[in-house]
């Protein structure tokens, strides 16, 4: 059995006043997809159209750091 299967297995199972819940996490995974899409080329075009002094030279690495992922 897939995974989609036994979701729409599942879904015959989850009480009706927890369906809402259900719908509003498949909604939110579904959209994440083209809504990461879609701020990403935001972010690449502010910064593509940001003027040459405001584009800061710093390496991954600080990024990294800074961000808490090293």
Excluded: T
């Excluded at 996490?25 to 701020?39: H, K, N, P, R, S």
């Amino acid at each position: 059995m897939s995974n989609r299967e036994r979701i729409v297995e599942l879904l015959d199972v989850i009480p009706d006043y927890k369906i809402g819940y259900v719908l509003a996490y498949v909604q939110g995974v579904a959209a994440d997809e083209e809504a990461d899409d879609i701020f990403c080329q935001k972010m690449v075009e502010n910064y593509e159209n940001a003027p040459d002094e405001d584009k800061e030279d710093i390496p991954f690495e600080e990024c990294l750091k800074e961000w808490g992922l090293d």
